[in-house]
């Protein structure tokens, strides 16, 4: 496999002509007098587990990265508000209108699922250039959809790109990240959820602006010009993506090619590392991990004839643990699907699923029909349902996601899930016990929105992600996050489909029903005591799960 295409994915060598130590698991990071040696895959895990990644090309990585979560949201929220246009505009029934909500999630549930399975087939940074693509053809096509059928298919071609950024956007916020410390795994994949809901608040920041500067009688067109205008951060975002961004190094090494690894360590990571075979011409194909370690020599033809014995079995080198010495299993194979449901993984897929589900339930119910709740069943004005979404979504939502991300390293994935269920069980008991809301129970009843926002931000809602994420090594990486999500989005279509309807025929009583799915989740949670906080899932039993 070459190396990764966007410029700066390659380094020179280190000008220092120091051999350094003899394994990965010894020597210092950059700027120190030793660099990393790195023979196999299994050394390459080890110094990212324990150095991740540096300086200011990783951080516009990770900031790419939530760049397409950011994408996610907007196009996810961007027709919330405008839904009540839509349905006066095209005349449409109560199905009707669920179907116009629930056709993005029908192209996210087939965008993740074949994107999870094609993020560990072909790389990240392929899949990450190519779903913008999806963006930008979906915004425009919204904006002038003429009919319901039209904007249907288009918001089903935005949903393919919401399911393949998702996978990928995930994998790279984990593989450029270190295990543990400040800025580790969980930390950066749990930034997704302040970045979504901050992405939300700009939506209906947009909404706020386009409301109050166009003349009234040309409201009718609000949507289409909040959803259009999603076409423009996707184009930046794509073009400032091939200027920096960079392969995954923990799945070039899974396919093999250490070399462009090492490329993107020094280039990105900013990590002193070296392949080997710059210090004393050892091998560093794939057969260095099938057959052992190989050995610095000055002399070449003997490095050689010990190699060759040592892809044989015949050699008795030393060097790294016999763990390290297995052929890394490549990802991107369909079986991987049924892998996730192995006795390894099986436990952990079914919890994160269920944190996945009911936490989505009731936060498309919620959440994303906080316009609707509160224009329908609160009976407010437009300006302060813009007004409320606005400050429920950039204040209580981002607030909350970046208090999640501060605290997940001192009380875990597990436990702050689990609080979160409850607080939003209880919001959404305390909503249908008010009902309709007159007076200063009006406040309250926001108020309970927002802490339900709250909770789903900094709780469930970010953490649904670290249990789909980190539960699983690299090489199933892809395909655990995108069976997840599409099995979360197949779940979604049904409750932005119903939710309308029950609302319609309910009123306010329709939340008793939603408070079921919080109070699920934290059973589940309670059940089950997986979690993946500060887990190394890649050497589990001694074996780089690569």
């Known amino acids: 496999m070459n190396s990764p295409e966007p410029a700066g994915t390659s380094a020179h060598a280190p000008d220092t002509t120091d051999s350094g130590p003899t394994s990965a698991a010894e020597g210092t990071a950059s700027g120190t007098k030793s660099p990393r040696i790195i023979r196999s895959a299994s050394d390459i895990h080890s110094v990212l587990a324990e150095f991740g990644s540096q300086g200011t090309k990783t951080k516009a990585v990770i900031i790419l990265a939530l760049g397409g979560i950011f994408m996610?949201?907007?196009?996810?929220?961007?027709?919330?508000?405008?839904?009540?246009?839509?349905?006066?505009?095209?005349?449409?029934?109560?199905?009707?209108?669920?179907?116009?909500?629930?056709?993005?999630?029908?192209?996210a549930v087939i965008g993740a699922l074949f994107g999870g399975y094609l993020v560990d087939r072909f790389g990240r940074y392929k899949l990450f250039m190519a779903d913008m693509v999806f963006f930008v053809i979906a915004a425009i096509g919204c904006a002038v959809a003429p009919n319901e059928w039209v904007l249907i298919f288009f918001r089903f071609v935005m949903g393919i790109g919401v399911g393949l950024d998702l996978p990928v956007a995930m994998a790279f916020l984990a593989e450029f990240s270190k295990l543990k410390g400040k800025g580790n795994r969980s930390q950066r994949v749990n930034a997704w959820s302040p970045a979504w809901y901050i992405a939300t608040g700009i939506g209906y920041l947009v909404v706020l602006i386009i409301f109050v500067s166009l003349p009234y009688d040309q409201h009718a067109i609000l949507w289409r010009l909040v959803v259009g205008f999603g076409a423009v951060p996707a184009l930046v975002v794509l073009l400032v993506r091939r200027r920096y961004l960079a392969e995954s190094p923990e799945w070039l090494a899974n396919q093999g090619d250490l070399r462009a690894a090492v490329d993107v360590m020094r280039s990105h990571h900013n990590l002193d590392v070296r392949l080997a075979d710059e210090v004393g011409g050892t091998r560093t194909t794939a057969a260095a991990d099938a057959g052992g370690a190989m050995q610095e020599s000055t002399n070449l033809a003997g490095q050689e004839s010990r190699n060759l014995a040592g892809q044989t079995g015949d050699s008795a080198a030393t060097g790294p643990s016999a763990g390290s010495l297995q052929t890394p299993k490549r990802g991107g194979k369909w079986s991987g699907f049924a892998e996730l449901f192995a006795p390894q993984y099986r436990v952990r897929t079914i919890v994160a699923l269920c944190v996945s589900v009911f936490s989505t339930f009731g936060y498309n119910a919620v959440a994303y029909g906080t316009p609707l709740i509160i224009t329908t069943l609160f009976h407010q004005t437009p300006l302060v349902t813009i007004i409320a979404s606005l400050v429920i979504n950039l204040g209580f939502g981002a607030i909350g996601g970046l208090l999640g991300m501060s605290i997940i390293n001192r009380f875990g994935t597990r436990r702050i899930t689990l609080v979160g269920f409850v607080i939003q069980a209880v919001a959404l008991a305390l909503l249908a016990i008010v009902g309709i809301p007159t007076g200063a129970l009006v406040l309250v009843s926001v108020a309970m929105l927002a802490a339900f926002v709250f909770a789903q931000a900094g709780g469930p809602g970010a953490n649904l992600m670290n249990y789909a994420t980190l539960s699983y090594p690299t090489r199933l990486r892809g395909i655990g996050i995108g069976f997840n999500q599409s099995v979360l989005r197949a779940f979604s279509i049904v409750s932005l489909i119903m939710f309308p309807i029950l609302a319609g025929s309910m009123g306010t009583g329709v939340f008793w029903i939603v408070a079921c799915a919080p109070l699920a989740g934290a059973i589940a949670v309670g059940i089950v005591k997986w979690d993946p906080t500060a887990k190394d899932v890649e050497e589990e039993n001694g074996m780089p799960n690569i």
């Open 72 to 107: 996610d949201a907007y196009d996810f929220s961007s027709l919330a508000f405008g839904i009540t246009a839509i349905k006066e505009q095209f005349g449409l029934s109560g199905f009707m209108t669920g179907l116009v909500n629930a056709s993005i999630m029908v192209g």
